[in-house]
């Protein structure tokens, strides 16, 4: 029995538009979704992912089917029909990938609101990272490069930059600010209403949480893959992020911006924690600091080569200082480094 084409042709897309929509929300290619916006990002992205699979079988297909069906037949020496065009079909192939992308542009811009990204407020009042920075066993014992005071911005300069607060919580402080400083090669996570200041961020499960961004030398980029944020860290501007971590757990915090020589080992984490957990650390960090229980890290404005800077590390990445000397040579005056001196 022969079956009718429009039959065929119906029952293939009723089977490509079942595969697509499955591939594309069982992808399993994001990782855990540890953050109240992480849904949204990745609504996004499987949407995505499902418009994509659907082509990639439809224009596969399609080209298989002709191989088959329309391949040259043994002593065939004709030549194709002389097809000049088809102007419904060229409508087709035009109207459908325009509608998709203005589809996706309108979703994407709903997510980005939601998140927060159209907040005017965000950045809009410039913070200043102090020249003295207290660390969990740590001092600043010179002011950070780019770290001056400066002056209440025009309102022609307070551009929002970041992802502020989402339209529910716009005109609500977030319950925990932390002042994050990216240099090379390190994340300083500073609270500012304790002074305690970490090279690990811990943020409590459920609270909405800000940070206002900076960078002492370089653009660094801070990412967080299982929140799904990612920001900028721009020497002499500020950048921020709000976001509410909700699961508990430890994450990685990575450098998203090639940053110099030893980008790849500029990393920390986030640790989540309960909000009674994260209270009892805090109050540790503040009691240790009380007593004096320091390390100090100091800043050195002296100039230094990249051999030099990353000689504390040649064990760990395996090569010697006239390795790193013939990789790296020495940089122009001023540059600024950090030592860590237990």
Not at 79 to 87: A, F, K, L, R, T
Not at 91 to 110: D, K, N, R
Not at 262 to 272: L, P, R, T
Not at 325 to 342: C, D, N, R, V
Request: charged content about 15%; overall charge negative; proline content about 7%.
């Amino acid at each position: 029995m022969n079956i009718p084409s429009s039959i065929v042709t119906m029952l293939a897309g009723i089977i490509l538009t079942i595969v697509s929509y499955w591939f594309g929300q069982h992808n399993g290619l994001m990782p855990q979704a540890a953050s109240e916006e992480a849904p949204w990002v990745d609504g996004l992205f499987n949407t995505m992912m499902t418009i994509a699979t659907g082509l990639f079988l439809l224009v596969q297909g399609i080209i298989i089917i002709a191989v088959f069906k329309y391949r040259r037949r043994p002593g065939d020496e004709t030549d194709g029909p002389p097809i000049e065009g088809n102007i419904p079909l060229e409508i087709l192939w035009t109207a459908i990938p325009a509608t998709i992308v203005l589809g996706l542009g309108i979703y994407s811009f709903e997510v980005y609101n939601s998140m927060g990204g159209l907040d005017p407020m965000a950045s809009h009042d410039p913070k200043t990272m102090h020249a003295e920075v207290r660390h969990s066993g740590a001092a600043i014992a010179a002011p950070l490069p780019g770290a001056t005071e400066t002056p209440e911005a025009s309102d022609a300069e307070q551009v929002a930059l970041g992802v502020g607060a989402s339209p529910r919580t716009q005109g609500r402080d977030a319950d925990v600010s932390v002042n994050v400083l990216g240099l090379q090669f390190a994340w300083i996570f500073t609270y500012p209403e304790s002074g305690v200041t970490s090279g690990e961020l811990h943020l409590p499960a459920g609270k909405e949480a800000k940070l206002t961004i900076a960078a002492s030398d370089v653009i660094h980029a801070l990412w967080i893959p299982q929140f799904r944020l990612k920001q900028d860290a721009i020497p002499g501007r500020d950048t921020e992020l709000r976001f509410v971590p909700k699961d508990v757990g430890t994450y990685p915090v990575v450098c998203a911006e090639l940053c110099g020589a030893y980008h790849g080992g500029m990393k920390a984490q986030v640790v989540v924690e309960e909000p009674e957990v994260f209270e009892a650390w805090l109050q540790s960090q503040i009691a240790a600091q009380q007593s004096g229980d320091d390390r100090a890290i100091a800043l050195n404005t002296d100039s230094l080569s990249e051999a030099e800077y990353l000689q504390p590390y040649a064990n760990e990445i395996g090569v010697n200082t006239e390795g790193l000397g013939q990789l790296h040579p020495p940089q122009a005056e001023g540059s600024h480094k950090i030592h860590h001196h237990i």
